[in-house]
């Protein structure tokens, strides 16, 4: 029996019809930008393997760091102990983030960041005998796919068969330059007026609705308003954080600082699986006690794992060397350059960058949806092509490892180009 039967008999993949999805495509080996097929094909990893993979696969310095930490710790419980990676990493993470953060806690992933970050915050006004429960979300946004942070992203396809038993959110409609004045008028009333205990918000870029940008200052407007009337305010930046949008982290092209912080993906380095939730003095506060009904009960089995720790702090190093600052500012003008390339075309709906993410969306009869028939010709086209391209819907996304070259960064524009103006 081939490893392909196993697989199917045996793996139930993400996102994936159980019946009728091509098979998967078997993956050997990694380097850089690339991925290995088991029959030696290359395919550039355009989209860092969901986001996640910065510095390119199987980065030496992240696995002789793992491979180090493995000799001498692989894990340990963390509630009652520490162990170096972690207390090294924590440190490292708050030189960066911004500097009204000041605890962190572990996790194992985005959703699970998230999620420890709406409980701080409903627990915040709990710990103060204080009735505040109805969270503000923006309309589109995904969060993560367990129950609270399904409750604070968009209803779809996704969330369906969960609909009765998700918590009630207030969703304003997404900002764009139309709408902008209403949609903070609005927002401004519910914060006035309901009783509000968070805003939760993905900063700038609302990744899985198909890359849609919002703007900084209407975005600081909100954060400040909400934190006038202290509503806790939630910065999703799982996707946006470690350089995505041109910045360490998306909050930093806004004036006021989140009270709460998820972050995940690039912390890593895209090689072992952490969370981290981030929060201000202000949210400690609230549980700085020893009334054991005001601990955070929360926590995982990995929390912290001291291997995922260290490919963190492995990563981190990367992170911080000119070279990747300099990959980051070459992404982000090639990006640019290639927008203001194709954007006339009569063929495109809009195209979007910032920072290392761009968004080509395509005219279609559909409009923009994840299920949009178009999909399963761009996915093929491109895999043909050696690109991995995950589109979304009719959106199709560049976000690559940041050690990719002007080379093959030109390639995958200039294919998606030729189905621009060949295959639509």
Not at 125 to 144: F, L, M, S, T, V
Not at 270 to 280: D, E, F, K
Request: charged share 20%; with cysteine.
């Amino acid at each position: 029996m081939n490893l392909l039967t196993q697989d199917k008999n045996n793996i139930w993949h993400p996102f994936t019809s159980l019946k009728g999805a091509d098979d998967p495509i078997l993956i050997e080996s990694g380097e850089g930008v690339y991925l290995k097929t088991h029959d030696g094909k290359k395919i550039i990893d355009a989209v860092s393997s969901w986001w996640v993979n910065i510095h390119g696969h199987s980065h030496p310095a992240i696995a002789k760091a793992i491979a180090e930490q493995a000799l001498k710790l692989e894990h340990v419980i963390f509630a009652g102990f520490t162990h170096e990676p972690a207390i090294k990493l924590s440190e490292n993470v708050l030189t960066i983030l911004p500097d009204n953060q000041s605890k962190i806690f572990f996790s194992d992933n985005g959703s699970t960041a998230v999620e420890v970050g709406i409980k701080m915050a409903l627990q915040y006004w709990h710990n103060q005998g204080i009735e505040r429960k109805k969270i503000i979300a923006i309309d589109g946004a995904y969060h993560g796919d367990t129950f609270g942070a399904m409750s604070v992203g968009e209803r779809s396809i996704f969330t369906a068969p969960f609909q009765d038993h998700l918590f009630q959110t207030i969703f304003i409609d997404f900002p764009n330059a139309e709408n902008e004045e209403i949609v903070y008028q609005r927002f401004q009333q519910l914060v006035v007026e309901d009783n509000v205990a968070a805003f939760i918000y993905e900063p700038l870029v609302q990744g899985a609705a198909g890359m849609r940008m919002y703007s900084s200052t209407l975005l600081d407007k909100m954060i400040g308003f909400a934190q006038e009337h202290d509503v806790i305010c939630i910065a999703d930046e799982v996707f946006t954080g470690f350089g995505r949008t041109g910045e360490l982290f998306a909050s930093y092209h806004m004036t006021y600082k989140p009270d709460i912080m998820a972050i995940s993906k690039g912390l890593s380095g895209g090689t072992l699986p952490i969370g981290i939730t981030s929060c201000s003095k202000k949210i400690v506060g609230a549980f700085d006690s020893s009334e054991v009904g005001k601990t955070f009960f929360h926590g995982h089995s990995f929390t912290a794992n001291p291997l995922a720790c260290a490919a963190s702090n492995a990563s981190f190093e990367l992170l911080m060397k000119a070279e990747c600052r300099q990959n980051i500012l070459k992404i982000s003008s090639l990006h640019r350059s290639f927008k203001e390339r194709i954007e006339q075309s009569d063929k495109l709906a809009d195209v979007r960058s910032l920072g290392t993410v761009l968004a080509v969306e395509l005219r279609t009869d559909t409009g923009t949806s994840y299920t949009s028939p178009v999909r399963k010709k761009i996915y093929p086209y491109f895999l043909e092509r050696g690109i991995l391209l995950r589109p979304l819907g009719n959106i199709i996304y560049i976000l690559p490892p940041y050690v990719i070259k002007e080379d093959e960064l030109k390639f995958i524009y200039d294919e998606i180009e030729k189905f621009i103006n060949n295959e639509l």
